[in-house]
T-cell receptor, first 116, second 109 residues
Framework: DTAVSQTPKYLVTQMGNDKSIKCEQN?????MYWYKQDSKKFLKIMFS???????INETVPNRFSPKSPDKAHLNLHINSLELGDSAVYFC???????????????FGPGTRLLVL | RKEVEQDPGPFNVPEGATVAFNCTYS??????FFWYRQDCRKEPKLLMS???SGNEDGRFTAQLNRASQYISLLIRDSKLSDSATYLC??????????FGTGTRLLVSP
């Protein structure tokens, strides 16, 4: 009965490769997110989708491309991986409530990416 | 200046102690405030929302001072299981959360 799940849990790859991380939520939420947590544990939002539409796109290299096939899934594809991409990537979801600005976000377990 | 600033700690306290964490935010337009908890190698989880009137949830009390742009979290009667990183989180717009770097708490027997 996992709420927000991500695959893979660990990803070790070489510089220059292309990789994807998948995220699924079974909470019926409208909004999904990708966050990056770097080695200093700083957690920063990358993207947000609401009902398959991109609503937040922070300053992220265009090697990162999110894709939302439906509102329960938000995948992250990364091209030409660089050493600096090594981090933990968290997917999250939340339910919009009209008139309320921010609701609780539920995070997936994270994907630990190591680029060699 | 970071949007959300926290003392990184670690705070080392014995079981049963009371410990307080502080956080400041730079954007006066911020509307929603939260404390999240992150255990080692785990995902962040909501601990509590923070309201202007202050709010309490068991041993945890959160306060917000909008004039000073300051948020606090008080933990009473610390338990070993409270050891974690506590993230101060501010929302400046719809669904966009800005996280502090976290304050690490270690509770020892």
């Amino acid at each position: 009965d996992t709420a927000v799940s991500q695959t893979p849990k660990y990803l070790v790859t070489q510089m220059g490769n292309d990789k994807s991380i998948k995220c699924e939520q079974n909470l019926g939420h409208d909004t999904m997110y990708w966050y990056k947590q770097d080695s200093k544990k700083f957690l920063k939002i990358m993207f947000s989708y609401n009902n398959k539409e991109l609503i937040i796109n922070e300053t992220v290299p265009n090697r990162f491309s999110p894709k939302s096939p439906d509102k329960a899934h938000l995948n992250l594809h990364i091209n030409s991986l660089e050493l600096g991409d090594s981090a933990v990537y968290f997917c999250a979801s939340s339910q919009d409530v009209p008139g309320r600005r921010s609701e609780t976000q539920y995070f997936g377990p994270g994907t630990r990416l190591l680029v060699l | 200046r970071k949007e959300v600033e926290q003392d990184p700690g670690p705070f080392n306290v014995p079981e049963g102690a009371t410990v307080a964490f502080n956080c400041t935010y730079s954007n006066s337009a911020s509307q929603s405030f939260f404390w999240y908890r992150q255990d080692c190698r785990k995902e962040p989880k909501l601990l509590m929302s923070v309201y202007s009137s202050g709010n309490e949830d068991g041993r945890f009390t959160a306060q917000l001072n909008r004039a000073s742009q300051y948020i606090s979290l008080l933990i009473r009667d610390s338990k070993l299981s409270d050891s974690a990183t506590y993230l101060c989180v501010v929302s400046t717009g719809f669904q966009k959360l800005v996280f502090g770097t976290g304050t690490r708490l270690l509770v020892s027997p």
